[in-house]
């Protein structure tokens, strides 16, 4: 066997347009009953596939028809908005904590709620372009010779957008959209990142370049990167301290950093307390802190413990429903598929993780109105 086919038999890939859904599934991903979802394919003119269970013929979803139908609703009022664009960074400084996979799978909850939500992928490993689908690495040759489609590949990344350092590209050149139009839009990341600290260094404003960048886009006064028409905007950032990550979080509204259940996890989000202190005091703007805790395993006392000590340590910034340690989250990913997405998903997993984007929901909307 050669290596050519050595690579053809490791290298795999998801297929997002190929995934279907029974109706159970699709009306728990939108949050309605399986009537509503029936009645509401009526009314968007949809055609849902049939498939042969038995003698029955059951209607089969795609994740196509399950974001259009999330689109739908939005914008007949089904769903209430924050009434302003959001931008949302999720980081920590430490790693394992579950940041890649909470902004992923929370970012494909904003859109079947019918947001039209962006990721951007701050992190040169390219961890969220992977989840979603792409290869960071490898070129649009190397993926042909292992039998994968070349669009794949990533060809852009913000540094071509913040036009600092990188040949300039537009939105159009460097968007990615796994899951067709109304999904989860995504801005991938790639190894050539790794000089983009270097360059923000250099660039005037160098604290604020990226919120600037993002303001101006937000106002669709960039031509060649408009992001007006976004609700939601979702930075995923190396868990080090770099220009970018700082710049990333100077840019957000709130902050998600999913915290595990150790006193090393504590320390780092005690740090980044610290430093969005020294933000608002250096700034006049600090991010709102939506702690996240992760990998929490059920009916350990030292678990508990911990769980009480982080709402002691920071009040109020502790979502109630923790991310539970599961081996869904191994399975889902060798499966390609998130696990917001994930069929066999269970309530400690897809449950828990719906849970979590509810009160985040809940505590975006609860801040916007008092800032009115």
């Given at each position: 066997m050669g290596d050519n086919e050595i690579e053809l038999d490791l290298y795999?890939?998801?297929?997002?347009?190929?995934?279907?859904?029974?109706?159970?599934?699709a009306a728990d991903c939108l949050q309605v009953s399986t009537q509503t979802l029936k009645m509401l394919e009526k009314d968007a003119g949809l055609n849902i596939a049939r498939v042969a269970r038995g003698s029955v013929q059951i209607r089969s979803y795609t994740l196509d028809d399950l974001?259009?139908?999330?689109?739908?609703?939005r914008d007949r009022g089904h769903v209430k908005g924050f009434g302003r664009p959001i931008t949302l960074s999720t980081f920590v400084q430490k790693g394992g904590t579950s940041k890649t996979t909470t902004t992923c799978n929370l970012a494909i909850l904003f859109a079947l709620r019918g947001f039209k939500t962006l990721v951007i992928d701050n992190d040169p490993q390219g961890d969220a372009s992977s989840m979603f689908g792409y290869d960071p690495d490898l070129t649009p040759e190397e993926l042909q010779e292992v039998g994968a489609p070349t669009d794949l590949a990533v060809n852009g990344h913000i540094g071509n957008l913040l036009q600092i350092g990188y040949q300039p590209m537009s939105l159009n050149e460097v968007v990615k959209m796994p899951f067709g139009e109304h999904g989860p839009h995504l801005i991938p990341a790639e190894s050539l990142m790794d000089d983009l600290d270097s360059f923000l260094r250099t660039a005037n404003g160098s604290d604020f370049r990226y919120s600037l960048f993002i303001e101006q886009a937000r106002s669709?006064?960039?031509?060649?990167?408009?992001?007006?028409?976004?609700?939601?905007?979702?930075?995923?950032?190396?868990?080090?301290?770099t220009m970018l990550t700082r710049n990333a979080i100077v840019a957000a509204d709130f902050l998600i950093s999913p915290v595990r259940m150790d006193k090393f996890s504590y320390r780092s989000l005690a740090r980044l307390a610290e430093r969005l202190t020294a933000f608002a005091r250096d700034f006049q703007r600090s991010a709102e802190i939506i702690v996240i805790p992760s990998m929490y395993v059920k009916n350990r006392p030292r678990q508990q413990r911990n769980m009480a000590k982080l709402a002691t340590l920071f009040p109020g910034k502790v979502v109630e429903t923790p991310l539970?340690?599961?081996?869904?989250?191994?399975?889902?990913?060798?499966?390609?598929?998130?696990?917001?997405?994930?069929?066999?998903?269970?309530?400690?997993?897809?449950?828990?993780?719906?849970?979590?984007?509810?009160?985040?929901?809940?505590?975006?909307?609860?801040?916007?109105?008092?800032?009115?």
């Amino acid at each position: 066997m050669g290596d050519n086919e050595i690579e053809l038999d490791l290298y795999t890939w998801t297929d997002f347009q190929e995934i279907t859904f029974p109706p159970q599934f699709a009306a728990d991903c939108l949050q309605v009953s399986t009537q509503t979802l029936k009645m509401l394919e009526k009314d968007a003119g949809l055609n849902i596939a049939r498939v042969a269970r038995g003698s029955v013929q059951i209607r089969s979803y795609t994740l196509d028809d399950l974001f259009t139908l999330a689109a739908y609703r939005r914008d007949r009022g089904h769903v209430k908005g924050f009434g302003r664009p959001i931008t949302l960074s999720t980081f920590v400084q430490k790693g394992g904590t579950s940041k890649t996979t909470t902004t992923c799978n929370l970012a494909i909850l904003f859109a079947l709620r019918g947001f039209k939500t962006l990721v951007i992928d701050n992190d040169p490993q390219g961890d969220a372009s992977s989840m979603f689908g792409y290869d960071p690495d490898l070129t649009p040759e190397e993926l042909q010779e292992v039998g994968a489609p070349t669009d794949l590949a990533v060809n852009g990344h913000i540094g071509n957008l913040l036009q600092i350092g990188y040949q300039p590209m537009s939105l159009n050149e460097v968007v990615k959209m796994p899951f067709g139009e109304h999904g989860p839009h995504l801005i991938p990341a790639e190894s050539l990142m790794d000089d983009l600290d270097s360059f923000l260094r250099t660039a005037n404003g160098s604290d604020f370049r990226y919120s600037l960048f993002i303001e101006q886009a937000r106002s669709g006064l960039l031509a060649h990167c408009d992001l007006s028409d976004y609700d939601i905007i979702i930075m995923d950032n190396a868990p080090s301290n770099t220009m970018l990550t700082r710049n990333a979080i100077v840019a957000a509204d709130f902050l998600i950093s999913p915290v595990r259940m150790d006193k090393f996890s504590y320390r780092s989000l005690a740090r980044l307390a610290e430093r969005l202190t020294a933000f608002a005091r250096d700034f006049q703007r600090s991010a709102e802190i939506i702690v996240i805790p992760s990998m929490y395993v059920k009916n350990r006392p030292r678990q508990q413990r911990n769980m009480a000590k982080l709402a002691t340590l920071f009040p109020g910034k502790v979502v109630e429903t923790p991310l539970y340690q599961s081996e869904d989250y191994d399975k889902s990913l060798e499966d390609g598929v998130p696990i917001a997405l994930w069929k066999p998903g269970s309530e400690n997993s897809l449950g828990a993780m719906r849970d979590v984007f509810k009160e985040v929901i809940a505590r975006i909307q609860k801040k916007v109105e008092a800032r009115k």
